[in-house]
């Protein structure tokens, strides 16, 4: 069964960078499209962005395009999330999240669908 750990999570100062990791345990996710999720508090956990197993297409949330980054590695093991220029408004615990499945398109609104959730990392945009 897929195993996927959050990594890179932090307190950072509005407009900086932090990159977040989801390493994959036991599978390279070739065949696993991964998205990437986040909960702030009181509120509704929201899709950020989604990567497809096949072909690697890339989606976004309106409110970080231009801003995030989604990546995968290049052994297959893990999905990358550049986030730059950060704002307050992006502090939230950040879930990735898969799902097994041949996918030449990904969609950030269909949480349902992805099966494998990591434990989240907290990400805190604050002076």
């Known amino acids: 069964q897929l195993q996927l750990v959050e990594s890179g999570g932090g307190l950072v100062q509005p407009g900086g960078s932090l990159r977040l990791s989801c390493a994959a345990s036991g599978f390279t996710l070739d065949y696993y499209t991964i998205g990437w999720f986040r909960q702030a508090p009181g509120k509704e956990r929201e899709g950020v962005s989604c990567?497809?197993?096949?072909?690697?297409?890339?989606n976004y949330a309106d409110s970080v395009k231009g801003r995030f980054t989604i990546a995968k590695g290049n052994a297959k093991k893990a999905v990358y999330l550049q986030m730059n220029r950060l704002k307050p408004e992006d502090t939230a615990v950040y879930y990735c999240?898969?799902?097994?499945?041949?996918?030449?398109?990904?969609?950030?609104?269909?949480?349902?669908?992805?099966?494998?959730w990591g434990q989240g990392t907290q990400v805190t945009v604050s002076t």
């Open positions: 999240a898969g799902v097994e499945a041949v996918q030449f398109m990904c969609d950030i609104t269909k949480e349902h669908w992805y099966a494998y």
């Open positions: 990567i497809s197993s096949i072909g690697g297409s890339t």
